[in-house]
């Protein structure tokens, strides 16, 4: 099956650029989805506020990881040194980052490369729902929210293309595309009735029956930060799922479940059991 053009990163998020003009400035994240991309060079010491679950920081070079787990987790002063170069040297710029709430934002997830750009957004909306990763994409340490515990691999998409090995184990693979980026290209070999594939937008289901069925490409076309919409399908925003059609053409809407700021959305086969916890 052939999948479309994924490799523009910022889809359906709103741009917010923070220039490298060595100033100081406040950008809101409020009302929907925004990418705050971070210029190269000296930016000053600037503000987000409002940042949400749906947003997220895109940076022109990877931000210092000082043990590789994907986890950037900010110093006793709770800003991010996005110049950081080592554990002795933070870089010119901090920026502080304010949660919806009032609360600062202190730990953000690393989502991959693409388009130039590396994306950063809110750990909350991995580890809420998964657990807390050691390292990388995926983890086999169980734990989390009690809707993915009979899932032994837990898994955070990332906004490359991606080829996923299912095979014998149960998997719930999380897509974060409420944050209006593009989550590539990815086949999934071995998608099974114990496995789980969790959206935070909902995906466009033409008749409202609960059951997605593919198009003529033969995919799954993801929503963005604005759907469902009817372009979906011909557009897919969020990114494609090949899931060897002919034999998997359609995923069937399992349920919802909001933890904390953030509305999770699931999908299986049309054999997979009752989830714990979600509501129709």
């Known amino acids: 099956m052939a999948f479309r053009d994924n490799s523009t990163l910022i889809r359906t998020a709103q741009t917010v650029k923070l220039l490298a003009d060595n100033e100081s400035g406040t950008f809101s994240g409020a009302n929907g989805a925004h990418a705050f991309v971070i210029s190269d060079g000296d930016v000053g010491d600037d503000q987000l506020v409002n940042f949400g679950s749906d947003d997220s920081i895109i940076t022109g070079k990877k931000i210092y990881d000082g043990n590789n787990d994907g986890y950037i987790s900010f110093g006793p002063n709770n800003v991010l040194d996005v110049d950081r170069t080592s554990?002795?040297?933070?870089?010119?710029?901090?920026?502080?980052?304010g949660g919806t709430g009032g609360d600062l934002v202190t730990t953000i997830r690393y989502l991959g490369t693409k388009d130039g750009g590396f994306a950063y957004a809110d750990a909350t909306t991995r580890d809420q729902l998964l657990g807390h990763f050691t390292s990388g994409?995926?983890?086999?340490?169980?734990?989390?929210?009690?809707?993915?515990?009979?899932?032994?691999?837990?898994i955070d998409n990332d906004v490359g293309n991606n080829t996923?090995?299912?095979?014998?184990?149960?998997?719930?693979?999380?897509?974060?595309?409420?944050?209006?980026?593009?989550?590539?290209?990815?086949?999934?070999?071995?998608?099974?009735?114990d496995d789980l594939l969790i959206f935070t937008s909902k995906l466009y289901d033409s008749d409202n029956s609960g059951v997605v069925t593919f198009g003529k490409n033969l995919v799954l076309d993801l929503s963005g930060a604005n759907g469902p919409s009817s372009s979906d399908p011909s557009k897919g925003p969020g990114g494609q799922f090949d899931l060897n059609a002919p034999n998997q053409t359609s995923v069937y809407f399992l349920g919802e479940k909001t933890i904390g700021e953030t509305t999770y959305y699931y999908y299986g086969t049309a054999d997979h059991g009752a989830v714990p916890g979600l509501t129709a």
């Open 87 to 97: 554990s002795k040297n933070a870089g010119n710029d901090q920026i502080t980052v």
């Open 137 to 154: 994409f995926e983890s086999n340490n169980g734990g989390g929210d009690i809707t993915v515990q009979a899932q032994s691999r837990h």
């Open 164 to 193: 996923y090995e299912f095979g014998s184990t149960s998997v719930a693979l999380l897509t974060d595309n409420a944050l209006g980026l593009n989550f590539g290209g990815d086949t999934i070999n071995g998608f099974g009735s």
